[in-house]
T-cell receptor
Framework: DQQVKQNSPSLSVQEGRISILNCDYT??????FLWYKKYPAEGPTFLIS?????DKNEDGRFTVFLNKSAKHLSLHIVPSQPGDSAVYFC?????????????FGKGTRLSVIA | DAGVIQSPRHEVTEMGQEVTLRCKPI?????LFWYRQTMMRGLELLIY????????DSGMPEDRFSAKMPNASFSTLKIQPSEPRDSAVYFC?????????????FGDGTRLSIL
């Protein structure tokens, strides 16, 4: 049973427009959420995170929103650029004793069209 | 700064052979994680270590899989004997001190093909 779900395997967006990637989770103990970006033949790269005490975190063009009641988070990229084309993974953990394992979604492939 | 270093980048071998994947975490990081990525199951955690001690190996699929961390700068994941269904990309990741939420930093992975 998947605890972190990314229901859209792919997304295409025009350059300059907003990209919205979605993620749902089932474990109410999760309190730390991250987004990773992955290019082909490379490892996932950390992008942005949010703890459960916040509902929004912003870093440049990237903003993560957390809706705890809906167990939903989203990543907004504005404006989208061709270099943003990659697979995006949502991940979550329950901080009990420190570095608890991350549970990953299966990813969403974003294509930004010039 | 050097990131997480994995070797080899690619490994092709015949079923039944022993396979050893290697990982050097980022210096100063106390936690190390081994993941496997497949199309069907996505990124799965196999095992993780804190301060060189295995903490949770519940993700290791079978006894054919074993992992060690003899010191803070080196870890291995071994498959013996290997089977075609072990074909996947294996990632190693590390993160800093236990006790705070910190992102994990990934290596570029080892693409393993078992024929």
């Amino acid at each position: 049973d998947q605890q972190v779900k990314q229901n859209s395997p792919s997304l295409s967006v025009q350059e300059g427009r907003i990209s919205i990637l979605n993620c749902d989770y089932t474990n109410s103990m999760f309190d730390y959420f991250l987004w990773y970006k992955k290019y082909p033949a490379e490892g996932p790269t950390f992008l942005i995170s949010i703890s459960s005490i916040k509902d929004k975190n912003e870093d440049g063009r990237f903003t993560v929103f957390l809706n705890k009641s809906a167990k939903h988070l989203s990543l907004h990229i504005v404006p989208s650029q061709p270099g943003d084309s990659a697979v995006y993974f949502c991940a979550a953990s329950a901080w009990v004793s420190g570095n608890t394992p991350l549970v990953f979604g299966k990813g969403t492939r974003l294509s930004v069209i010039a | 700064d050097a990131g997480v270093i994995q070797s080899p980048r690619h490994e092709v071998t015949e079923m039944g052979q022993e396979v050893t994947l290697r990982c050097k975490p980022i210096s100063g990081h106390n936690s190390l994680f081994w993941y496997r990525q497949t199309m069907m199951r996505g990124l799965e955690l196999l095992i993780y270590f804190n301060n060189n001690v295995p903490i949770d190996d519940s993700g290791m699929p079978e006894d054919r899989f074993s992992a060690k961390m003899p010191n803070a700068s080196f870890s291995t994941l071994k498959i013996q004997p290997s089977e075609p269904r072990d074909s996947a990309v294996y990632f190693c990741a590390s993160s800093p001190t236990v006790g705070v939420n910190q992102p994990q930093h990934f290596g570029d992975g080892t693409r393993l093909s078992i024929l």
